[in-house]
């Protein structure tokens, strides 16, 4: 898929940008306040949390998410499209479940390639045609493919460093005495709500990959497309309370289920001939328009883990 490998340099560019901040601050609290190793431990600290967001985190996402696992009996058509789309995208073919929430998505969760697992949820049965569902599964086998769930636990370790940082500087004084920790610390703050905002973009710029990545793997452009839209529409019919039972695991879905309702109302301009889904014709239309996103909504982007979900299918047609 075009445009493919300045993905790629933004995700490689936004990490060394992360990393770049890290280092400079630690290296500041180390020589120019001359701070011991006690700091030092703030930073061993963060790692150490995310080390065990690394390993435990799997089980983590199935308790919160009501995970059970299938077997091929239980869902042979399911486990025969995860089979053909690893095999396209030549990795070990993921372990396949279904969460127990009403709220149509799918996602993929696990330490690397060799323990992903690829997960639908019970409202997402029956809403998808098989080809619909066949790009969605295409998306989440990206994500494994692409390493994206230890790339996340990886730039999420910065912010977290950055945040403890602030905290000892500020809070647990140092040799400087002029203040100089205080100061530093607040430079951390800062840093730390930057990376923050580091953090969404990269994972924006995921889940922009893995729909080049299902496209890719060999699935239609318009069929994803068209599945984000049912999704989007979907999730507005879901009692809010369900919603926000599980808002704090939406990163890792294939649309931003808090945003359901605003996105929705956007999308179905692109509906054209109002029957539900986005065809090929409609998305050829959407790819020789220009997709206006309003300033309220590209705010809300930037606090957002999920792209703008117009520039999200204007993309897909762009780069088919």
């Avoid at 005495?177 to 580091?198: C, H, K, P, S, T």
């Avoid at 994972?203 to 893995?210: D, F, K, T, V």
């Avoid at 029957?275 to 959407?286: P, Y």
Wanted: proline letters at 3%.
């Amino acid at each position: 898929m075009k445009g493919t490998w300045k993905l790629k340099l933004r995700l490689w560019l936004s990490m060394a940008v992360m990393f770049g901040l890290v280092y400079v601050l630690i290296m500041l609290a180390g020589n120019w306040l001359g701070l011991g190793g006690f700091y030092g431990f703030y930073a061993i600290a963060g790692l150490f949390v995310l080390f065990l967001q690394y390993i435990f985190g799997p089980k983590i996402v199935e308790s919160s998410m009501g995970v059970h696992q299938l077997s091929e009996a239980e869902a042979p058509e399911l486990h025969q499209i995860v089979a053909e789309l690893a095999a396209e995208a030549n990795i070990p073919k993921p372990k396949v479940g279904i969460s127990n929430t009403m709220v149509p998505n799918a996602f993929a969760y696990g330490r690397s390639k060799r323990s992903g697992h690829v997960c639908v949820t019970k409202g997402i049965l029956g809403l998808l045609d098989r080809e619909e569902l066949k790009a969605v599964l295409g998306h989440e086998i990206s994500h494994i493919k692409h390493n994206d769930m230890a790339i996340t636990t990886v730039v999420s370790a910065v912010p977290l460093i950055c945040y403890y940082l602030a905290y000892s500087l500020m809070f647990s004084g140092g040799r400087d005495d002029n203040g100089g920790g205080v100061v530093l610390g607040f430079v951390a703050l800062i840093a730390y709500f930057l990376g923050q905002l580091i953090v969404l973009f990269i994972s924006r710029i995921r889940e922009y990959y893995a729909d080049a990545g299902s496209v890719e793997l060999g699935c239609r452009p318009e069929k994803l497309a068209s599945a984000l839209y049912k999704l989007v529409y979907g999730a507005t019919k879901v009692p809010e309370s369900e919603i926000k039972d599980i808002e704090g695991t939406k990163a890792f879905f294939l649309t931003d289920i808090s945003n359901a309702r605003n996105e929705f109302s956007n999308l179905a301009q692109l509906d054209l001939d109002h029957d539900g889904t986005i065809s090929a014709d409609e998305l050829n239309v959407i790819r020789e328009s220009k997709v206006n996103v309003s300033a309220s909504n590209k705010l809300m982007e930037l606090l957002s883990t999920h792209p703008d979900m117009l520039k999200r299918i204007k993309r897909l047609a762009d780069n088919n």
